[in-house]
């Protein structure tokens, strides 16, 4: 079973630039695409980015476009998302995730989860 472990969520101001890390566990990381996905209060999941197998191609949600960028280190099992110029309204949970397929914008094609690290940005 594998197993998704976020880290780097914690308060940040309005225009700050936190780096969340997710580290994965097992021997097949790089076979499988990875995503980044939040759930605001009192709003459902939304994808934020995805990324596949290699990092060489990278999918980004309309409202984090320019702003966040989602990466890879295949050597270290871990995926990233560098967020930058955050706004208060991206306060949420933030999840990774590994995807079997390579619709990583859908939540479906995804098979595991990590337990989220919240980000709340204050104004």
């Known amino acids: 079973q594998v197993h998704l472990v976020e880290s780097g969520g914690g308060l940040v101001q309005a225009g700050g630039s936190p780096r969340l890390s997710c580290a994965v566990s097992g021997r097949t990381f790089s076979s499988y695409a990875m995503g980044w996905f939040r759930r605001a209060p009192g709003l459902e999941r939304e994808f934020v980015a995805g990324?596949?197998?290699?990092?060489?191609?990278?999918y980004y949600a309309d409202f984090v476009k320019g702003r966040f960028t989602i990466s890879r280190d295949n050597a270290k099992n871990t995926v990233f998302l560098q967020m930058n110029s955050l706004r208060p309204e991206d306060t949420a949970v933030y999840y990774c995730?590994?995807?079997?397929?390579?619709?990583?914008?859908?939540?479906?094609?995804?098979?595991?989860w990590g337990q989220g690290t919240q980000v709340t940005v204050s104004s």
């Open positions: 995730a590994r995807s079997w397929s390579p619709r990583v914008s859908d939540s479906s094609a995804y098979d595991s």
């Open positions: 990324i596949n197998w290699n990092g060489g191609s990278t």
